[in-house]
């Protein structure tokens, strides 16, 4: 074969490969997409060893450190009762840390956590997976909602 039809042929074929990767990356824009180190809107679901839905981590962006560890911006994280069906609470924050190994969150921001008539906000949190272990650390707020707090005299 000629040099320059050799040429032509891998020009083609790079094209084409090309073509094929931003068909897929079309197909990836409407569920999550990859630019560089960032990903955008995802969602990562955690499972027990039964294989039931413990979690299930949302976020907006989540950018890839130089340490393996992610920053999520716009996070929510929806935790599930044993079945892995019934939702026990979500938690929401500006933004985190996550680190993958150990399957656990950290942030200073806004953060919320709701579950039933319970609201919980603050500012700073720690999250892990395992056990589902939430902590807020500061500026702690509670609201419950519909739930009777007084007698009719008015008193506890």
């Known amino acids: 074969m000629k040099r320059s039809a050799m040429r032509s042929m891998w020009r083609w074929m790079a094209a084409a490969?090309?073509?094929?990767?931003?068909?897929?990356?079309?197909?990836?824009?409407?569920?999550?997409?990859?630019?560089?180190?960032?990903?955008l809107k995802f969602r990562v679901p955690d499972?027990?060893?039964?294989?039931?839905?413990?979690?299930?981590?949302?976020?907006?962006?989540?950018?890839?450190?130089?340490?393996?560890r992610v920053k999520i911006t716009g996070l929510t994280i929806v935790m599930y009762d044993k079945d892995g069906v019934t939702v026990e609470g979500t938690m929401k924050a500006v933004d985190c840390i996550f680190d993958r190994n150990d399957k656990s969150a950290f942030s200073n921001t806004a953060v919320s956590l709701q579950r039933n008539v319970?609201?919980?906000?603050?500012?700073?949190?720690?999250?892990?997976?395992?056990?589902?272990h939430i902590e807020i650390l500061n500026d702690v707020?509670?609201?419950?909602?519909?739930v009777k707090m007084w007698n009719k005299l008015g008193g506890p």
Do not use: C, P
């Not at 319970?118 to 589902?132: A, E, F, H, L, V």
């Open 17 to 39: 490969v090309l073509l094929g990767a931003v068909g897929v990356q079309a197909q990836q824009s409407q569920q999550s997409q990859v630019i560089a180190r960032k990903i």
């Open 47 to 68: 499972f027990d060893e039964n294989g039931h839905k413990k979690s299930e981590l949302f976020g907006d962006v989540a950018d890839v450190l130089a340490d393996g």
């Open 118 to 132: 319970m609201i919980i906000t603050g500012t700073g949190m720690r999250w892990k997976s395992d056990g589902q």
């Open 141 to 146: 707020r509670v609201e419950l909602k519909g």
